[in-house]
């Protein structure tokens, strides 16, 4: 029999026993998510947080989100979902108790979206005082257009040289031009790929397909001069590809096949173990293309314009605890162009490697280093072509190889809650060389050999500061670039140098200082201006001082001695957000002025080949407007549009003997109207429907305006559904009235060449998403 002692250590014993069952009663948290209207939302992020306790999951084709075994009492749910405001909601409980949420979304304004390219640290669209398209991923995949500068084609202003595209265009045709400031070869704007340069050091045109779709997570087009931060190339703006980073284990893959026998493949997965994250990319495309000269003037010499790419991307990043990361890429593209007749071709191989640090001091504190090096080598054949387009002869074997380093480094410190300061420096040299063998009726006369190296170092700083309702950015930057051991050698083979043998270019160089003030108020809930005031500038690139070209009937000399082009330009704008923030409005009034542009000027309109050469014109000017709209028709419908008017003109030239005058005449490859418009209806479970049009005013393609390509106006269209939550089937058409719109005009002994645009393309194809993102 047991003492009462016994028993009081056996009661005790029992009740300390069930302590531990107490504690460990689980916690129920589950809940649905509704928009305004009352409709769940699917595949909505949720985050529950409970002290260090954190665990993640999407809702269902319901809206519900359930979390069975919550070790804790109380927390807080956050709760994102593109399309809409992102919701911070608390929970408590008893133990062992189920706690069931309602929660409510409500649409998310565009402007709350954050974007990185206007102030090279994250400022929302709200506050960002200059003009600034953020595509998100669910915009780039609504897109019907397969290739990635297509999509940007529904940005006004945004144009590639001669209304060319990456899918059968010269790479040389690709540099691309943002409000106005004409096309030549090289950009006048900077592309970043995670702030690492795409614009091709040595040439200044961009290899768009570089950048493999599926790896999207958002694009940023920030219009207007940016060299305050980014030095040259930012003559125009910024285009900026933003990666995704992988959370979990993720794969994405989209495939299509085409009419003019066009498959194409890109996928991206990624994944994270420990401290350690893994992520590949690649796209692969090719296409049987088509004749790019119009029935009428065809020869026999006259075949498709074709491509054909591959590119693949790997990164690995490492954690440095918990507010640092370091990571290395590595990088190599392929691309192989045949360009309208047998003998025109042009191919392209590069690696790239790349390092990156991210790492935070404090809560105050940031700092950024990247690294990177890459090898190129470009190949091109050119011919000239008989007058009936019967027969070619070849005319020039040109190999360009390239080597470029570079690294910039930025220093990020929040004063307070409301001043930002960064301070940077960024350095790229380039070497690069153009070597030819050139012919003359099919014998090989002489070899002609010319380059030279180029460095632009950079210091830049900018005090961003936000209080009461206002939004000022304060920022400069001091660019010092030199090109050396630049030459020209030319060595007879069986004829003799048309100039002197051999040319040893002087050093030069030059320094530029690139302000910038901006300035946002917000007057009130819905109603914001803006305005800005700059200078910008552009290094010439060693392809516009060493290389000549030829297109056509036309060729284009290199100039040794052009300068650096100067940009001055004046912003204002207004931001409107109505309608219950279902409407979003913004217009830009915009004034530049570029003082020394390269433009490819006409010496010789009656020789055969027609003879033009780079050369600095005095001034041009480029005024107009921008106008962008979208409009949340609800959770599933979106309509948005924009039009840019732009004119653009030579307001000072001095004529050169025996030229003809350029004065008043229009910019090259300027259209002055470009309106473009797209109506969605996106819901995977249901349907996804997306339908855009663009019309592109007349546009001259020479300096003298001699040659007009007319205007036109294309419609695309996208149609497709989930078959499960992760499997998505598709049909995609573009240019669906068949518009054989043209995209060069260029002067023949007899008159003029045209080339036209693509017919019809349409596409059927697959997406695989596992988990699946959110749309």
Known sequence: MLNRKTIRLLALFLWAAGLPCVCAQATRVEGTIRDATGAVIAAASVVLNSGSYHVAATTDAAGHFLFPGVPSTSGTLEIRREGFSPVRQSWNAGPGAIVSLEIVMQP???????????????????????????????????????????????????????????????????????????????????????????????????????????SLANVEVFRGGASNLYGSDALGGVVQFMTRQPERPAFTLETSYGNERTPDLSFWTGMRIGPWDLSLASEMFRTDGYVIVPTWQRGKVDTPANSEDATVDFTIGHQLGEKGRIFGRGSFYTEFRNNGTPIQTNETRMGEGAIGLDQQFGSSDSLTFRAYGQVQGYDQRFSSIAANRNSESL??????????????????????????????????????????????????????????????????????????NWTIILAGRFDDWNNFNASSICTPVSGTCTASPSALYPSRSDFAFSPRLSVLRTLSRNISVTGSMYRAFRAPTLNELYRSFRVANVLTLNNPFLNAERLTGAEAGVNLTTLERKLDVRGTFFWSDIVDPVQNVTINPTSSPVLRQKENLGRIRSRGVELDGVVHVSRDIQLSAGYEFTAADVVNYTVPPGEVSLLGKNVAEVPRNVFTWEARYWNPSRIMLSVQGRFVGNQFDDDQNLYPLGRFYTMDLQIGRNLTRNVEVFAAAENITDERYNVANTPTATGSLFNVGPPLLYRVGLRLNFPREKQ
Do not use: C
């Open 108 to 214: 998310a304004l565009a402007s709350e979206e954050v974007t990185v390219s206007a102030a090279r640290t994250e400022v929302r669209l709200s506050e960002t005082p200059g003009s600034t398209i953020l595509l998100t991923s669910t915009d780039v995949t609504a897109t019907p257009a397969l290739r990635v500068d297509d999509v940007l084609r529904q940005v006004p202003g945004f144009s590639l040289f001669r209304r060319s595209d990456s899918r059968t265009a010269n790479a040389s045709n690709q540099g691309v031009s943002l409000r106005g400031l004409g096309g030549t070869a090289a950009s006048r704007a900077l592309v970043l790929e995670d702030g690492l340069p795409l614009v091709d050091a040595f040439g200044g045109w961009v290899y768009w397909d570089r950048v493999p779709r599926a």
């Open 395 to 468: 005319t020039d074997l040109q190999h360009v190889p390239e080597q470029v380093v570079g690294g910039a480094g930025q220093w990020t410190h929040f004063l307070g809650k409301h001043q930002t300061l960064i301070a940077g420096m960024d350095v790229m040299e380039v070497i690069g060389a153009s070597d030819e063998q050139l012919f003359t009726v099919g014998t090989h006369t002489r070899n002609n050999a010319s380059g030279g190296r180029q460095r632009i170092l950079g210091w830049f700083g900018e005090d961003l500061v936000r209080f009461n």
